[in-house]
């Protein structure tokens, strides 16, 4: 059974998921399920610095620099896979080929979350224009160079099964327990999920699981 067998049959029936949630699934599924499970938003230093990063690219429009065409801001949705959001920038490419580029802060350094979100957003043109999307780029805003992303079989692979993730957890209505990390520090629900005191190993979960010990 491939990837894409593996999306639930509601996917078309079902109210679309943002692509911006498929990079917090996988930076941590607690997050994403508190965003659409329990409805939390919150900003901090890295979110406010990140909608100064998109500031250009949200402004919605085109420009033509050297053939080639730029599409600011460009709505993108799949009814197959389910997603709905929109490109920072969309290349499109004197051959008529398409190129996303997404916005992120720090510097030049691959991220798993980054690529699928990508990866997620080439799977959305590629239904849209029905043409094959075959690489794209990350802008890092910090050292101001793009790190380029080849959309092969194993990234569409790992992108399709974070979509029937999210979808199931979305369905599921559950909130995953917190388990702290280090890059949770950085994290804008910080104060909400306070990973320390209700994770899995805090001591108010160990004290509250010795209630039911025997």
């Known amino acids: 059974m491939s990837a894409n067998d593996q999306l639930p049959p509601s996917t078309e029936e079902r109210e679309p998921l943002p692509l911006s949630l498929l990079n917090d699934l996988l930076y941590c599924e607690r997050r994403a399920a508190l965003k659409t499970v329990e409805g939390y938003r919150s900003a901090n230093e890295h979110t406010n610095r990140g909608d100064i990063v998109h500031e250009h690219a949200d402004l919605a429009g ?10 600011r801001a460009l709505p993108a949705w799949s009814r197959k896979f389910g997603l709905n ?5 969309v290349e499109r490419r004197p051959d008529g080929s398409l190129f996303p580029v997404e916005f992120k802060l720090g510097k030049r350094r691959k991220w798993e979350n980054d690529d699928a979100q990508l990866c997620a957003q080439a799977l959305c043109l590629e239904e849209m224009f029905e043409i094959p999307v075959r690489h794209g780029a990350i802008f890092h805003a910090d050292s101001k160079r793009r790190r380029e992303v080849e959309f092969h079989e194993e990234l569409r692979a790992r992108t399709t099964e974070a ?9 599921s209505s559950s909130v995953p327990p917190a388990e702290y990390r280090d890059a949770c520090q950085e994290c804008s629900l910080f104060e909400v999920c306070l990973p320390k005191a209700t994770g899995t190993e805090s001591r108010a979960t160990r004290l509250a699981r010795q209630l039911f010990e025997t």
């Open 62 to 71: 085109f420009e033509v620099a050297k053939g080639v065409t730029l599409l």
């Open 85 to 89: 959001g929109k490109c920072d920038i």
């Open 163 to 171: 979509i029937r993730r999210l979808h199931e957890l979305v369905r």
